[in-house]
């Protein structure tokens, strides 16, 4: 079941560790490389990398489990996307 799949990947905590990771490189490196490619990127490559390596063993088809990750990872990128802001101009 789809519900059943996005909640697995929702508390993956091996999805949330390369997730958080991957946000604080794109804020590190902004200035070079800007936010929306390398978050979109790594959004897609976790989303992808997670399935393909059997970190779990689901039984949802590949392209199942990539669209919901894709779907988390998004909602979690966005998340902290509005917190960094949030703290951002609490500072300023």
Do not use: C, H, K
């Amino acid at each position: 079941m789809m519900s059943d799949l996005i909640a697995a990947q929702a508390t993956d905590v091996f999805r949330i560790g390369l997730l958080i990771v991957l946000m604080l490189t794109a804020l590190r490196n902004r200035p070079v490389t800007g936010m929306l490619l390398p978050l979109a990127a790594g959004a897609v490559f976790v989303a992808v990398i997670i399935p393909l390596t059997g970190v779990t063993a689901r039984p949802e088809p590949l392209a199942a489990q990539i669209a919901a990750g894709l779907a988390v990872n998004a909602v979690y990128l966005g998340i902290g996307l509005a917190a960094w802001m949030l703290w951002q101009g609490r500072g300023g």
